[in-house]
Each structure stands twice: as C-alpha cells, then as structure tokens.
C-alpha cells in the first residue's frame, strides 16, 4: 500500500507559484498581468503573485485590480531580493519568476510545466519572441539577437534566466535564492544561481518554445551601461572566479571569434584610413565578417528587411567591441586587484 501511496503522489501534478517583481510597473502590468490571471483561472497556475517593491504609483492597486495577489517587499529591495521574499511564502512546487515587462504566450505554463517532466531538471527557462512591441532601432536588435542567441543555445543550459524561468522550489531555498549580498543592484543574480543550481541540485533546461513578449524600450545610454556595467563585466569576473569561459549562448568559442574579427575589422579600417594599408584589407575582412554573422544577419533581414539587417549587422560589431572590451578589462582588473 505504501509503494501504491508513494507512486500516486509521484504522480501528482507540478503546482506552480507565478512571482513578479515590480517597482512602478503600471504601464507594464496592465500588458503583462492578465495572460497570467488567466492561467490561474483556467488551473494552470496555482497562483500569480506580484510583489511591489515599494512602488510610489498604484502598482499596487493596478496589480489587484487585475486580479494578482500583491505582496510588499518591505522595503526598496530590488527584484532579486523581491523575489525571495516571494518564494518563501509562495505555495506552489515550481516558483515561475517572470519580468514585470514580460507578456508570457498562452501556452507557456503548460510548455514550462513539461520541461520538468524530464529526469533530473531543476529548472527551466525560455526567450524572448521575435516582435517586440517597441519599433526604435535598438529595443529590435537588442530583442532579436536575445532571441537568436537562445533559440540557437544549447537544450541543456549553463545558466538561467529569470526574465521567463522557473525553479523546483526546494532546489531555490536549499541554494538560498538570489544572492543579493554579491548582487546589490541588478545584475547576473539569476546567471550566479544558475551555476549553483547546476553544481548541487540537478539540470536546467533552455525550451525555445517557451516564449515570451519583451515590452521594454532601450535606449543607447540604458543599452549600453545594462550590458557593460550590469551583465558583461561582473559576469565575466564570475566566470573568471570559476576557472573559464562558457561555451554557451553569447560567450561561447564562436562568438570570440566574431569578437576578434569586429576588432580586425576596426584595425584594417583605421590604417586604411591612414594610408598604412590597401582598402582591399579591410574589405576581405568585411566579406568575413558577413559570412561569420550570416544567421543574424538573416534573421534582422528576414524580420525587419534589408537597411535594418545592415544598421543591424554594424551595430553587432559594436556589440563584440564593447563586450570584448568589458572583458578584457574584467581580467585585468582582476589580475592587478582593481576590481575586487
């Protein structure tokens, strides 16, 4: 009988906590709420929590208005810390974190819910779709190339993502959560936990169809400092910490090398300009350049046309020099002891 008991409850379903953390979100949560509420109310979801990390708006009103269970961070947190408030007391076995600028797709509670169905998984988590909403040249590159980058990576992932990602919830509280002692302000706190998670609890799965609606607008200010100061710098000096580099999604073996060919690219150009070298040097290069990026050069073109895939492909090799850049600083500044 206790054999019976035992293999019924393996049988059980998975229930889910849905956990959203939101500061001034309204313009956000008005989208991105009501895919979820309507998850819990067809039994997809057990329940849909945002926690309002003191919002000086009416997030909080807006969020019950639309049907979602508030709860207060306790003070201006952050969304890592936000979330593990939420995780302690959320009821489900599987906590589903989501970004408050993140329109799930209707089918993603039951695509995220089957990922755990394989051996071994710990968590999941998926991409960004390819038509976000905002029409400005860099909120589109910087959404495709999210997109490219995690429909392209590895099924078995070597990290996690907490923009559309979710946790066996006793794996999340065995690691502590997010680390927000490292990761005062948001940075790779989901990237860190990823790792632990891998070393000590089980596998994470990338599904791409488990996809998702990016509402954010970049711009080239907010662009720029997320990816240098907030994701390519302390990741790399995490990776560093850990002995190397990943092979995986946007750091992987060919990406450095599209990252050296962008820094060729400049150099030919430069002594072009200044008569040191034949124009015929940094054309070869451009022609290489183009062959190495072809997939992402196809997919700006095919989704947006022929003059965004150019701007596009240019923009790239602006991407590879600043992302090179901010790791080569990251090892020297570890090497001589700036960076701590």
Known sequence: MDGQKQSSEDKKPLSISVIMPVY???GFIRQSLPPLVAMKERGE?????????????DTPHVARSLGAQVMPSGGRLGPG????????????????FIDADVVVHDDAARVMLAGFDEP???GVFGSYDDKPPAQNFLSQYK????????????????TFWSGCGAI????????????????KRPSIEDIELGYRLLESEGTLLLLTNLQC???KEWRLINLIHTEVFCRAIPWARLMLSRGGLDN??????NERIKAVLAGFLVLTTLFALGGLLSWLYPVLVVTVVVYANWDILQLFYQRKGLWFALKGLLFHQVYYLYSASAFVWALTGTKLGILK
Do not use: C, P
């Not at 959404?143 to 429909?151: D, G, M, S, T």
């Open 120 to 122: 071994g998984v710990v």
């Open 213 to 215: 609606t990016h509402l």
């Open 24 to 26: 001034n979100g309204i």
């Open 248 to 253: 995986d999604l946007n750091v992987g073996v």
């Open 81 to 96: 810390a936000a979330r593990n408030v939420a995780a302690r007391e959320a009821k489900g076995d599987i906590l589903w």
């Open 45 to 57: 979801v057990l329940e849909v929590i945002v926690v309002d990390d003191t919002s000086s708006d």
């Open 143 to 158: 959404n495709l190339v999210h997109h490219y980058y995690h429909q392209r990576a590895r099924k078995e992932a070597s």
């Open 168 to 183: 066996r919830k006793e794996a999340f509280l065995r690691q502590g959560g997010f680390d927000v002692e490292m990761f």
